[in-house]
């Protein structure tokens, strides 16, 4: 991937059997994006598959490079955190984007409604809804590298890993970073995040997915469950071993389908919208 002067973004995501969800990612950001960017990806240990697919379609894509580690036996927040870090220690443009693979871009100028904003902070980004959080640091209050812009030498600064430490605790992946930047009195700024079992006004409103957004306008989604499709996120009252294993799995792949094909239709649209003076 050649050096150019004038990209400003480094895209930053891990796969792990989940290229629907990569490939996705990388339309959104050639239909949606106003600065030139370039991406980098972290393989962690696909199966043969996915890391087949993956390898194929980036293949002769110069603003993509793509790395290969194997997962230790280690929990997978830690692996997913390992393959970040790899891949921030080589990022040399003024911003990162921190992108779960199943997250993606939807508005027109994401790119320049967020650089624009860190005019007053140091950090963007998305975040769980209030009432998801869990015991999460940060949670609703501060940016989770669902979606997460980064001025790079601010955060090169703070010299802080995205390694969890006791997931127990609520130190997960990226903990560090809420008491680094509070240390240091950095601001900060959280898009707004509604999740779609309470919030039914916006585009997913039939489906289990985080809707975000920026000054009233959605600018992103989360599907959130990732190669697995969150089987648990489908848990209910009755719980029937084995039958509700393969029930929750085969909606999550329902749903991610679904999701799939209602992010592409959003860009579509948002795509061919006029530039709005930014």
């Known amino acids: 991937m050649p050096e150019n002067d004038d990209v400003r973004i480094t895209v930053v995501t891990v796969h792990y059997n989940s290229f629907e969800f990569i490939r996705l990612m990388y339309e959104s950001f050639l239909a949606l994006s106003r600065e030139r960017f370039q991406m980098m990806i972290c393989d962690n240990g696909s199966n043969f598959f996915h890391k087949m697919r993956l390898r194929k379609y980036f293949e002769g894509k110069p603003n993509v490079r793509l790395f290969l580690r194997e997962q230790g036996h280690e929990p997978a927040s830690y692996c997913h955190a390992r393959g970040l870090d790899l891949l921030l220690a080589k990022v040399t443009t003024e911003y990162a984007v921190i992108m779960d693979s199943d997250c993606v871009f939807l508005a027109k100028n994401w790119d320049s409604l967020m650089i624009n904003a860190m005019q007053s902070c140091e ?84 489906l289990i997915v985080a809707e975000f957004y ?20 489908y848990r209910g009252r009755i ?40």
């Open 123 to 206: 950090i963007i980004g998305t975040a769980a809804a209030q009432n998801y959080t869990g015991k999460r640091i940060g949670g609703y209050t501060f940016p989770l590298p669902f979606a997460m812009l980064l001025r790079m030498g601010t955060f090169r600064s703070l010299g802080v890993s995205f390694m969890p430490g006791d997931i127990t605790l609520g130190q997960d992946t990226a903990w560090q970073l809420k008491e680094a930047y509070e240390n240091k009195k950095l601001p900060w700024r959280v898009l707004e995040a509604r999740n779609t079992r309470e919030y039914k006004e916006g585009p997913f409103r039939d």
């Open 214 to 233: 920026f000054e009233g306008a959605l600018i992103a989604s989360h599907f959130g469950r990732g190669s697995t499709c969150g089987a648990a996120k």
């Open 239 to 278: 719980d029937i071993p084995i039958l509700s294993a393969i029930f929750r799995r085969i909606r999550g792949n329902s749903e991610k389908i679904r999701w799939i094909k209602r992010c592409r239709d959003i860009i579509a649209v948002n795509s061919t919208t006029r530039d709005k003076g930014l």
